[in-house]
């Protein structure tokens, strides 16, 4: 399947302002089932970009901007190909088809920074409990975790701003797809699972798949001896597939924000952001 991606964003402001450097993470990463043919970045004219890789292995593109404008632009194009991914077509390791498991201490110890929890509080989902005392098949306890955030919480539209606290999310019961992938990370990582975030586009394919519609989309991945990196989208309810097309992971939100930098003025200044998404078939 060939699969054009068409993104653009513009911010606006009142008056022409200075700009810090801006980190871009909106490059697709590529594996088995996602393959990168053309990339085509257009910023404003004069800018300068440069490209990097992170300590995920993202891709970067740092923008400087020489001039000061009253309008910052970025607009990219990617063709894809997309192969066909079942997502449960893995093979879970005798060790840990079972919960609760643990890690075999080498892997315990390269996975250190995504077993640990960002926050202390207790996280009460209902639906949902940690496997404990009494064993329970990974996968289906997953699916039941994946599905009672679905179920909870509601999806509101966020363009801008910080991610909520997992805890935040859960008073509130509704929340951007960022702030449930930070609460499933969260709740993955209190039940000895190591978690990562995942930003990146969704193709939609299917009536199941419609929040985030049109939009930059996050969502979450565990690591599961025997599968590896397994994407869990709790926004949609559903385990990821090959529509689900990553861009940057990381630790915590900041480390997987499409689009990071600050803007300057002498005085507070009225701003605005627009932005559209299309994934075409071609």
Known sequence: MKLGLRYQTVYRYDNPVGF????????????????????????NDGATVRYSRDVFDNSVATVFFPERSSELRIALEVDLDLEEKNPFG???????????????????????????????????????????????????????????????????????GAALSPNETLQRGRGACRD??????????????????????????????????????????????????????????VFCNHNWIGAAVGLAPAQITPIAGTYYHATPIASQMTSKLELIHL
Do not use: C
Not at 24 to 43: C, G, I
Not at 96 to 123: D, K, N
Not at 133 to 141: C, F, Q
Not at 183 to 199: C, D, N, T, Y
């Open 20 to 43: 810090s450097p801006h980190e871009l993470r909106l490059f697709p990463r590529t594996d088995r089932f996602h393959r990168v043919r053309r990339v085509d970045l257009r910023v």
């Open 90 to 160: 893995f093979i879970l390791e005798s060790d840990s088809v079972e919960m609760p498991f643990e890690y075999a201490p080498g892997m315990r110890e390269l996975l250190a920074p995504y077993l640990q929890r960002s926050v202390t509080e207790a996280l009460h989902l209902p639906g949902w409990s940690a496997p404990n005392g009494e064993r329970s098949g990974t996968v289906s306890a997953l699916v039941k975790l994946n599905k009672a955030l679905h179920e909870n919480i509601g999806y509101e539209r966020r363009e801008e």
């Open 180 to 237: 449930v992938a930070v609460l499933l990370a969260e709740i993955l990582r209190a039940s000895g699972l190591a978690a990562r975030l995942v930003s990146g586009y969704l193709r939609e394919a299917d009536e199941e798949t419609r929040r985030a519609e049109g939009s930059l989309h996050a969502w979450t991945e565990v690591f599961l001896p025997g599968a590896g990196w397994v994407g869990m989208d709790a926004t949609n309810g």
